[in-house]
């Protein structure tokens, strides 16, 4: 086995035709360690920073990936990183499950360039990962001081069976109010789009029309409430804009959506990432609170996920206690951080990451 440092985004590319076999065969088999991911991310992201890929080969072949990138040491401390870092709700070492000969290769490689970087800032790690226990011993192994932090829960709910049995289980005060608030929407009479029925919309595929609603509609519930949005965020929203089109070239995207005639009330977008469908964001018309459009289209989506045949919803980080109406499963992530960057995310006390990515809380209800 060999391993290459790869510091230039030519001979990244080139890595493409190996990268997604890898991870499948990964702990780290999520949407956000896919090629299409980070490679679009360090496009927009990589600019003054230093890319610190290491690949490790079997045979001349791909069998393992460190997607890491180092702070610029102006502007920002030079501190490993994961590639995605602040968009990515999960990042780790890219290496097949049963072969941890392939991470204390990428890890020893990494170690050998200390002199490259002088922290550590690696988050979003999950915390079942086993490459856990590899990264500590070599962290100890090269006398780097770093702490593992909690950053996050991440809710999940495993597909079981179909979809009217488990909706059953949502409970009639639940459900109920789905279909109350449908029937309200329905009844309406105040002009406002007066006679134009709630529609559902399945999107695999977006485009630049698409995007341009989307940062409309988050535009809105910006002025009225604050709300955050990456849609309104540069240069995110570049990076969207690009990523997002891909991904659903390549069958790796789901949206949701709710239409009255042409408008866009609320949407949600998924990523679809073999067989888990990722909830990542969501948005709806404030002005129409009262309907819980965001929950509407949520419940539209996830019995399309259970029809489609998925295994998993993944409500992605952050615990908003719409999510927990859903599941009680959850899944913890952690970073592993040198004193130094450890401190300032404490200081912080925000998710990481410019312009938290996190999924809209639910809408008043009544």
């Known amino acids: 086995m060999e391993t290459r440092l790869i510091e230039d985004s030519s001979a990244f590319a080139l890595l493409e035709p190996f990268w997604n076999r890898i991870v499948v065969q990964s702990a780290a088999n999520t949407c956000h ?52 870092q602040g968009l990515s709700d999960y990042a780790g070492l890219i290496t097949p499950r049963d072969r941890p000969d392939v991470t204390e290769a990428l890890v020893s490689a990494l170690l050998d360039l200390r002199s490259s970087w002088d922290g550590l800032d690696l988050e979003e790690v999950p915390a079942q990962s086993p490459n856990k226990a590899l990264l500590d011993r070599a962290i100890e192994a090269g006398s780097v001081s770093a702490v593992w932090q909690t950053t996050v829960q991440c809710p999940y709910l495993p597909i079981e069976g179909g979809w009217e049995a488990f909706y059953a289980t949502m409970g009639k005060g639940f459900r109920h109010e789905v279909r109350n608030k449908l029937n309200r929407w329905n009844s309406r ?16 595929e977006v485009d630049s029309v698409f995007v341009d609603e989307v940062v409309a ?14 849609f309104l965020n540069h240069p995110d929203q570049e990076f969207l804009r690009e990523v997002l089109p891909l991904m659903g070239r390549r069958n790796q995207l789901r949206v949701g959506e709710l239409r009255s005639g042409n408008a866009l009330l609320a949407f949600m977008l998924a990523y679809h990432w073999q067989g888990v469908v990722y909830m990542w964001n969501t948005q709806y018309e404030p002005r129409y609170a009262e309907y819980s459009l965001g929950r509407m289209v949520l419940v539209s989506l996830a019995e399309q996920s259970f029809h489609e045949g998925c295994h998993e919803l993944d409500f992605m980080r952050g615990e ?34 410019p312009e938290a990515v996190q999924v809209v809380q639910d809408e008043t209800s009544s």
């Open 33 to 84: 360690s896919t090629f299409e991911w980070l490679f679009t991310w360090w496009k927009y992201f990589g600019a003054d920073r230093r890319l610190l890929l290491i690949a490790a080969y079997e045979d001349g072949v791909p069998v393992g990936l460190a997607p890491l990138y180092v702070g610029n040491g102006t502007t920002e401390p030079r501190d490993l990183h994961f590639l995605g």
């Open 189 to 204: 009479s105040d002009g406002r789009i007066e006679g134009l029925e709630l529609r559902y919309v399945d999107r695999r």
């Open 217 to 230: 509609l988050s535009g809105e519930r910006r002025s009225v409430d604050g709300h955050r949005s990456p």
């Open 320 to 353: 908003e206690p719409y999510k927990f109406q859903w599941t009680t499963l959850h899944r913890t992530n952690l970073a592993l951080r040198s004193e130094r960057s450890a401190q300032l995310a404490g200081d912080m006390q925000a998710p990481p990451g």
